[in-house]
């Protein structure tokens, strides 16, 4: 196994000697919800100002931004002995990022257009080339641009259809609420017109005077499309949709085709699409199919035609429709992918000849390509055991190539130019590990956990060649999310390779409340059946414990956001099972946001999660599994907790109120430590290099929880 010279394991320890934990005073808000009192003892911790903290994390109120900066001290001194630990790992990640990095150039028009990073760069350069070679143009300099601000990110950089001007979005608190501002590219200087408080998407009108985006509402709320001038002010924005209910999101983007706008107005069980046609000045959307409840449809318009992915009619893992643009409603919808249980469409893309989707059965993704002339079919096959794909649609609708990015566990990410007339795949770029990577040195298997109702729950795994299961096994890290459809890949993180060369096995668990198994999958894991995902996590960590890849007491359990609510239900229910538990903006004090109608995603989550306002069963079930209300007299595994000030998904308060909790009722165990970023949100850290810091943070406590739970003798680490 590799050896780590900078920080041997017996550094890998906590300095809990002298280092106290701040105590969060107790002020009970005591309410009666259904007949139910619900006693909240930290309920303080929510600023009352919070859409004002999301804009100047400076507004945080003294007594609350002193218990954070206590904390983040806390957290410091624990973790101190780790310190060498923490450089060492930074090193090492960073020597696999190669610095003077570049995408591949996607054509469109007279250009090719890139991101690339030069060396030391924290944030990209948005270049162009002509197409048929000549001087590169430098569009951003995400460096530059960035000077003076603790976070920035660019949301979107989009250039105009004549080539002549980039309207690019920036957020720079973490807040998600990014300005917008248009640059003439003939002198790289950005016009005065600022559009404000927009969710980043930009999608310009064709002739180019013009562009569309979302605006954010004072509730963080995606709620309007509206029509900027360049130039103007945009005081004077064209509304051109708007949404009323707080219980669905507003979506833009552009078609394949480049001919409309489509907006998606969307909640948890329901879409409905407008196309605003960009070659008018004045448009007037057109709906596609009114919403219904539980009927989800995207669309793509291909000449006179519209591709529609649907579950209309019980096609729960949806089936591919088409209809005549001109009158696209639902009775008019013909079949012609149909719908196969079991085996998911994830996504779909349409070209000037080809329709191509993306399918994914048993946790596995598959390309698969139809000639439109003459239906023909054929799939992109790859020989791993288990691999994640994604697409990159492109810029151009006339085109033959189709270009993805295939990586597994070992293998590290590899673009592909796919030509779908003649079946010839180009590799373009293979991801490089400028310390070096050879797969052959590694492992990567696919598992399948029996559930205790009788599922079976795949499980992706990747350890060193040389380690054999069995025994006590070794330090795992189970990595978990299960929540809203999302899917789980089995994709390359060149960070993971810093556990698994010092003795880890690194394991993601495709749990329910994701959709890696198809619709039936996620539907199994949300609202009354949310308990599933607990359980199916906490059975893949028994399943890996009775295979001998570990032993019980030798999982680090790690998932973030929805995975953090996870993360606080598995610890509550089966903390006998962790060395160690990392919870990453976890959404731990789920009934009391339910609660609160006025927070961004209550009123859309609720069919998520239930509306314990309106429902006194979905209050109760919430209250059975909620992490802060179900903190029990019990002893805890080692608990790190991260957090952004200006988090607009998961507010700060809820992991800060946990933290309180835990330490005031657990009766042995931890520590229990929370880092907040105070001036950053959901991502963490903005840089690429900064965000290393907070893995290490979390890699260098998954270490010692590790070296901690195998001190007897048999310390797989110290061999490392």
């Known amino acids: 196994m590799a050896r780590d010279t900078a920080a041997k394991s017996s550094d890998w320890r906590f300095e809990l000697a002298g280092a106290a934990p701040p105590v969060a005073a107790q002020r009970h808000t005591r309410r009666v919800i259904h007949g139910r009192v619900l006693d909240d003892p930290y309920d303080w911790l929510a600023a009352k100002n919070w859409r004002e903290v999301l804009r100047d994390p400076d507004a945080l109120p003294v007594d609350i931004a002193k218990l954070i900066e206590a904390e983040n001290a806390y957290c410091d001194r624990v973790m101190a002995p780790l310190k060498n630990l923490r450089k060492a790992l930074v090193a090492e990640m960073r020597g696999r990022i190669k610095e ?113 985006y979302v605006l954010i509402d004072e509730n963080h709320r995606t709620a309007q499309v509206f029509r900027h001038e360049v130039g103007a002010d945009p005081a004077e924005d064209a509304l051109i949709i708007e949404e009323l209910d707080s219980a669905w999101f507003v979506s833009l ?46 669309v793509e318009p291909h000449g006179d035609l519209l591709y529609i992915r649907n579950n209309a009619d019980g096609a729960d893992d949806f089936r591919i429709s088409v209809a005549p643009l001109a009158e696209p409603g639902r009775e008019n919808w013909k079949d012609v992918i149909p719908h196969r249980h079991g ?48 697409i990159d649609p492109g810029l151009e609708f006339d085109t033959d190539i189709l270009r993805f990015v295939y990586s597994s566990m070992t293998t590290p990410d590899e673009t592909y130019d796919y030509d779908m007339a003649a079946r010839t795949r180009v590799l373009r770029k293979r991801q490089e590990i400028p310390s070096g990577h050879d797969p052959k040195n590694y492992v990567t298997r696919r598992l399948f956990a029996t559930a ?49 060369d010092r003795g880890f096995v690194y394991a993601r668990a495709h749990i329910r409340g994701g959709t890696d198994k198809g619709w039936r999958w996620y539907e199994d894991g949300k609202l009354e059946k949310k308990q599933n995902s607990f359980w199916d996590f906490i059975d893949c960590a028994r399943h890996l414990v009775s295979a ?105 308060w809820e992991p800060l109120k946990w933290v309180a909790k835990l330490r005031a009722t657990m009766s042995g165990g931890g520590p229990v430590l929370l880092f907040t970023h105070m001036g950053a ?28 739970a195998f001190k007897d003798g048999r310390d797989v680490l110290a061999k490392c």
């Open 100 to 212: 003077d990095d570049s995408e591949v150039p996607e054509p469109d028009g007279p250009y090719a257009y890139y991101e690339r990073f030069h060396e030391g760069a924290e944030h990209p350069l948005y270049c162009r080339t002509p197409r048929e070679g000549g001087a590169e143009t430098v569009l951003l300099d995400g460096d530059a641009l960035a000077k003076g601000h603790d976070f920035f990110d660019i949301g979107d950089a989009a250039h105009a259809p004549d080539h002549a001007q980039l309207a690019w979005s920036v957020d720079d608190a973490g807040s998600e609420l990014y300005d917008i501002r248009t640059r003439a590219l003939s002198d790289g200087l950005d016009r005065a017109d600022v559009v404000s408080d927009s969710d980043g998407a930009i999608v310009w009108q064709a002739n180019s005077k013009a562009y569309y």
């Open 253 to 298: 983007q552009e078609s394949g085709c480049r001919r409309f706008a489509i907006v998606s107005i969307h909640g948890h069980d329901a879409t409905e699409c407008w196309l605003i046609d960009l070659r008018e000045d004045n448009p007037t959307p057109r709906i596609v199919a009114p919403r219904e409840p539980r009927l989800r449809y995207d």
């Open 343 to 390: 085996v998911m469409i994830d996504s779909f893309t349409v070209y000037a000849r080809h329709l191509v989707r993306l399918l994914r059965e048993n946790s596995l993704p598959t390309i698969v390509i139809r000639a439109l002339s003459s239906g023909e079919e054929h799939a992109i096959h790859f020989e791993e055991e288990a691999y994640a794909l994604s």
């Open 452 to 500: 205790r109702d009788g599922e079976i729950v795949p499980i992706t795994l990747l350890h060193r060649a040389d380690f054999t299961p069995g025994g006590d096994g070794a330090p795992l890290l189970l990595y978990g999310y299960g929540a809203y459809g999302y899917a789980l890949s089995a994709s390359f993180n060149e960070d993971a390779l810093s556990l698994v």
């Open 548 to 652: 001998g890849y570990t032993r019980e007491g030798g999982v680090v359990a790690q998932g973030g956001s929805a995975g953090g609510l996870l993360m606080g239900a598995v610890a509550n229910e089966a903390p006998e099972l962790f060395a160690g538990i990392i919870a990453s903006v976890p959404f731990v004090d789920t009934l009391n946001t339910m609660l609160r109608d006025d927070l961004p995603l209550t009123p859309p989550e609720w069919l998520e999660w239930g509306n314990p306002i309106a429902s006194a069963e979905a209050y109760d079930r919430l209250a059975s599994y909620s992490p802060y209300d179900n903190v029990r007299a019990q002893r805890y595994p080692p608990i790190l907790a991260v957090a952004g000030v200006t988090d607009p998904r998961v507010t700060y």
């Open 681 to 708: 949100g959901h991502a963490g850290a903005s840089g690429r290099f900064e965000a290393l810091e907070d893995t290490a943070l979390e890699y260098a406590f998954a270490l010692a929880c590790a070296a901690r």
